[in-house]
């Protein structure tokens, strides 16, 4: 059974820049492409941004494109998603995501992720 373990959420001012933290145990990392998903209170889970297996090849979607990024150290076990010019629509629980495929180009479902971390709130102020 994979775990995830989000850290690094909290209070930010709008323009501000963040690192959420993702570290996974139970599994091997490296078998995984990883993700972040969020959910804004009253909205459906969406889909952030996600790197592939060696992290060779990552996709956003667009609302977050030039602003965020992931990156992963398989040697640590850890994901991470780089947040910067934050705004507040924004304000989200960040999830992180694994899952056994990736495909180039493509965001993800929810039906894609074989395991997902609890969460960590990210709240941008005006």
């Known amino acids: 059974q994979v775990q995830l373990v989000e850290s690094g959420g909290g209070l930010v001012q709008a323009g501000g820049s963040l690192r959420l933290s993702c570290t996974t145990s139970?599994?091997?990392?490296?078998?995984?492409?990883m993700g972040w998903f969020r959910q804004a209170s009253g909205k459906a889970r969406e889909f952030v941004t996600a790197i592939s297996w060696s992290g060779g090849s990552t996709y956003s979607a667009d609302s977050v494109k030039g602003r965020f990024s992931i990156s992963r150290d398989n040697a640590k076990n850890t994901v991470y998603l780089q947040m910067n010019s934050l705004k507040p629509e924004d304000t989200a629980v960040y999830y992180c995501a694994a899952s056994q495929i990736y495909y180039s180009g493509i965001g993800w479902s929810r039906y894609d992720v074989d395991y997902w971390g609890k969460g960590a709130l990210v709240t941008v102020s005006s």
């Open positions: 139970g599994g091997t990392f490296s078998s995984y492409a």
